[in-house]
């Protein structure tokens, strides 16, 4: 009786036990957490190429940020070593005109970020749009944020101050703007979906941040990156940012910029002959003024330097970034920066400009050296 009891006891132990191994092979290895899907918003100062947001990158990195996903529907144009670089940072882009024509909620839907870092508005203020108008538009996306994650973390930028020589008004205007975006912040930040400002414009020298008055020089990514980085740390680990960072400055090394290639370039020229083509977009237009941007995409051998010629028959340059422009007439000459005259084939490198009269050009060429 007691052999008898032993063996159906120890049948059903062993029944049991396999039944616990069952489960436990059904329920595989324990899943990792999902990365924190990052994305950086804004104008060419976040784009083209935007090489703060590289430092910021690798910042995180070193620090232990390892578990995130920078997203956006544009691609990386390189700054001197390999990063995530996916981004929405749309040269000369105006966000009043994102707002109006609903244009961040494409993006939103295809990258799913869970925080946006935001660096909107230089442009609006080279066009005189209002404070008002700019933060309405500020507040529109916000909301087309939280649309698309109730919990989104969003960390807004006060703007870098400018000082082109086409604009005197700018730089008043942009400390204008600075000055209402924290009252602004306040009163749309939630317990769900915080809305953090962070200083980017005190201590910025334009005639020592920026190579054109606009675009941040070396010392300015630098800058950029070390501001964004403890309320992006912070959004990141779930801490509750301080509203206003103003961190001092550390040292990053600092990159070249470089070019990216294209996913699935499509060289067209006769092998080892240097080529290109240039395409042009408009990226915002406004009664006697507009924005273009200009993509120069090699198109045979490797090049060296490359011009575009443009004929603007209704309108004049006024200002250019990523490259040296002259005007002859109604022709204008753009020739590459010192950072991205050089291309391997497929790839591109962009510059824009703003212009007066109208964005419309009745021939484009584009010419490359070897």
């Keep these: 009786m007691t052999t008898t009891l032993s063996r159906r006891l120890a049948s059903a ?62 691609p990386a144009q390189g700054c001197g070593f390999a990063h995530d670089g996916d981004n929405e940072g749309h040269g000369g882009f105006l966000v009043t005109n994102v707002a109006a024509q609903n244009q961040l909620v ?16 230089t442009n609006d203020v080279w066009s005189n749009r209002s404070t008002q108008e700019i933060l ?75 190579y054109d008055g606009v675009h941040p020089g070396d010392a300015g990514i630098v800058k950029l990156a070390d501001r964004w980085y403890p309320a992006l740390a912070a959004a990141i680990s779930g801490t509750t940012p301080t509203p206003t960072t103003t961190p001092t400055p550390t040292v990053t090394p600092t990159p070249t910029p470089t070019v990216t290639p294209t996913p699935t370039p499509t060289p067209t020229a006769t092998p080892g002959s240097a080529a290109c083509t240039a395409s042009w977009t408009v990226a915002s237009q406004w009664p006697g003024g507009f924005v273009v941007n200009v ?52 790839q591109y490198t962009e510059f824009g400009f703003q212009g007066t009269g109208t964005g419309t050009t009745s021939a484009l060429t584009c010419t490359a050296s070897r």
């Design 13 to 74: 132990l062993a029944a049991l036990l396999l039944l616990l191994v069952g489960a436990l092979a059904l329920a595989g290895p324990t899943q990792a957490a999902d990365p924190v899907r990052i994305m950086a918003l804004g104008d060419s100062i976040t784009g083209n190429p935007g090489c703060w947001r590289a430092l910021l990158w690798q910042k995180l990195q070193q620090n232990g940020y390892t578990n995130i996903d920078m997203v956006g529907t544009l």
């Design 106 to 121: 494409p993006w939103l839907a295809a990258t799913d970020p869970d925080v946006v870092v935001m660096h909107f508005g």
């Design 136 to 210: 309405a538009a500020y507040t529109t996306l916000v909301q087309q944020m939280r649309a698309s994650n109730p919990q989104m973390k969003v960390l807004v930028a006060q703007i870098i101050p400018v000082a082109p020589p086409t604009c005197t008004e700018c730089p008043g205007r942009t400390a204008a703007l600075n000055a209402a975006i924290p009252a602004w912040a306040a009163g749309l930040t939630t317990a769900a979906s915080p809305v953090t400002v962070v200083d980017q414009a005190t201590g910025w020298v334009p005639a020592t941040d920026t």
């Design 295 to 346: 993509r120069v995409t090699a198109t045979g051998g490797p090049v060296t330097s490359w011009k575009v010629t443009a004929t603007l028959p209704n309108g004049t340059v006024a200002n250019a970034w990523s490259s040296s422009h002259s005007s002859s007439g109604s022709t204008a000459t753009f020739t590459n920066a010192a950072w991205n005259g050089s291309l391997n084939p497929g």
